[in-house]
């Protein structure tokens, strides 16, 4: 996989450590100079990397020498590997982009050819998700930013179809497979300005610790956009209690639309749960009796953020997508935890995929 460390790259990671067995023998920039001893070999090539800010030459013909290079290598690599692309919608325009890539799509068509192989052509629109870098791969990335940051970015508003980069990276791997030589993943239609009014009024309602209306796919995803990006500033989210002379009492969670499940258990000192991570789902961890540790660490990443939290002062603390993360009773009592997620749960397909936070960790472990 070239491009591994990029922003698609790292998607593609992800959703291939979830949900299947491949050994993944990632390309970045610092192993580019090794490319070709890295695809000996292999089975598949997926060409991910690609320039996409610099002068016009660069652009274009930079995307036309990556290609180069990799169909290089992959007649070097005495495999005769599958190539699929990850090519845009804006191949073939007449902008240095279009000729970029369309020139590079036709290079590696042509490897594949004389190789005996097959080549996929995948043709991504507009992409957003996750760990976007503002002002380099996406407008959403842009807007995340300036919202979480309070500030409004001027606005030339026009019809787009969003992508979420999970769905292009479930795209790049049904390419491994398929008979199709092009595959076209559609995006979902919006407007510029819609999406960031709707990202407005999602930390509107999150700076206050409520859930904003998922009643879309489309909800969901800019919802966790939002959240990787305000993740360090909004977590933990403080929960007030209101007390009187009979008790008291915590609102955990106010969810202004869609669906929702909330579930609570009792852990044992010392024990863990979770060590996994979520590709979708919003998840809430709140404890209400007892002391816990709460650690995540975002996927291919070592350092690790943790939490201690304890039922006497509730906090919530929600857990970004494709962050592995864990809960573990640090007390002398046993632990009580109310979670919440905005799903139901679904056995057939969990969105949970093992993963520990901490790899040198110790102590017993069980499955939240």
Same mark, same amino acid.
């Given at each position: 996989?070239?491009?591994?460390?990029?922003?698609?790259?790292?998607?593609?990671?992800?959703?291939?450590?979830?949900?299947? /067995?491949?050994?993944?023998?990632?390309?970045?920039?610092?192993?580019? $100079?090794?490319?070709?001893?890295?695809?000996?070999?292999?089975?598949?090539?997926?060409?991910?990397?690609?320039?996409?800010?610099?002068?016009?030459?660069?652009?274009?013909?930079?995307?036309?020498?990556?290609?180069?290079?990799?169909? @290089?290598? +992959?007649?070097?690599?005495?495999?005769?590997?599958?190539?699929?692309?990850?090519?845009?919608?804006?191949?073939?325009?007449?902008?240095?982009? *279009?000729?970029?890539? *369309?020139?590079?799509?036709?290079?590696?068509?042509?490897?594949?050819?004389?190789?005996?192989?097959?080549?996929?052509?995948?043709?991504?629109?507009?992409?957003?998700?996750?760990?976007?870098? $503002? @002002?380099?791969?996406?407008?959403?990335?842009?807007?995340?930013?300036?919202?979480?940051?309070?500030?409004?970015?001027?606005?030339? /508003?026009?019809?787009?179809?969003?992508?979420?980069?999970?769905?292009?990276?479930?795209?790049?791997?049904?390419?491994?497979?398929?008979?199709?030589?092009?595959?076209?993943?559609? *995006?979902?239609?919006?407007?510029?300005?819609?999406?960031?009014?709707?990202?407005? @009024?999602? /930390?509107?309602?999150?700076?206050?610790?409520?859930?904003?209306?998922?009643?879309?796919?489309?909800?969901?995803?800019?919802?966790?956009?939002?959240?990787?990006?305000?993740?360090?500033?909004?977590?933990?989210?403080?929960?007030?209690?209101?007390? /009187?002379?009979?008790?008291?009492?915590?609102?955990?969670?106010?969810?202004?639309? *869609?669906?929702?499940?909330?579930?609570? %258990?009792?852990?044992?000192?010392?024990?863990?749960?979770?060590?996994?991570?979520?590709? @979708?789902?919003?998840?809430?961890?709140?404890?209400?009796?007892?002391?816990?540790?709460? %650690?995540?660490?975002?996927?291919?990443?070592s350092d690790v953020i943790s939490f201690d939290v304890t039922g006497e002062d509730p906090v919530a603390v929600?857990? &970004?997508?494709?962050? +592995?993360?864990?809960?573990?009773?640090?007390?002398?009592?046993?632990?009580?935890?109310?979670?919440?997620?905005?799903?139901?749960?679904?056995?057939?397909?969990?969105?949970?995929?093992?993963? &520990?936070?901490?790899?040198?960790? %110790?102590?017993?472990?069980?499955?939240?």
């Amino acid at each position: 996989m070239t491009g591994a460390a990029g922003f698609l790259g790292w998607h593609l990671r992800t959703r291939l450590r979830a949900l299947t /067995d491949h050994e993944v023998v990632i390309v970045d920039r610092s192993l580019w $100079p090794k490319l070709a001893d890295l695809a000996r070999g292999v089975d598949a090539i997926v060409h991910v990397a690609g320039v996409n800010r610099a002068s016009d030459a660069e652009v274009e013909q930079g995307n036309i020498e990556l290609a180069r290079q990799v169909a @290089r290598a +992959a007649r070097r690599g005495g495999s005769a590997p599958r190539i699929v692309f990850a090519n845009s919608i804006q191949a073939g325009a007449e902008s240095p982009y *279009g000729v970029g890539k *369309g020139t590079a799509s036709d290079v590696l068509e042509v490897a594949a050819a004389e190789l005996g192989s097959t080549y996929v052509d995948v043709r991504l629109p507009n992409l957003f998700g996750e760990h976007g870098r $503002p @002002r380099y791969n996406s407008f959403v990335a842009t807007f995340v930013d300036a919202v979480v940051r309070k500030e409004k970015p001027q606005i030339i /508003d026009r019809p787009v179809a969003l992508l979420h980069a999970q769905i292009a990276a479930q795209a790049l791997i049904d390419g491994l497979s398929t008979p199709e030589k092009r595959l076209d993943p559609v *995006g979902t239609p919006t407007t510029v300005q819609e999406v960031f009014d709707v990202l407005h @009024r999602f /930390d509107v309602l999150y700076a206050t610790g409520d859930i904003p209306p998922l009643l879309t796919a489309l909800d969901v995803d800019l919802f966790n956009t939002l959240r990787s990006a305000s993740f360090r500033r909004a977590c933990p989210i403080s929960l007030a209690p209101r007390v /009187d002379d009979r008790g008291s009492l915590v609102e955990v969670v106010r969810s202004h639309g *869609g669906p929702g499940q909330s579930f609570v %258990s009792t852990t044992k000192p010392a024990i863990t749960r979770g060590e996994h991570f979520h590709l @979708r789902k919003v998840e809430r961890f709140v404890v209400i009796s007892g002391k816990a540790r709460i %650690s995540l660490r975002k996927m291919f990443t070592s350092d690790v953020i943790s939490f201690d939290v304890t039922g006497e002062d509730p906090v919530a603390v929600d857990m &970004p997508t494709m962050w +592995a993360h864990s809960i573990t009773n640090t007390g002398s009592s046993e632990l009580t935890t109310l979670f919440w997620a905005n799903e139901l749960f679904d056995p057939a397909a969990p969105d949970t995929f093992p993963e &520990p936070v901490c790899r040198t960790a %110790s102590g017993t472990h069980s499955s939240a």
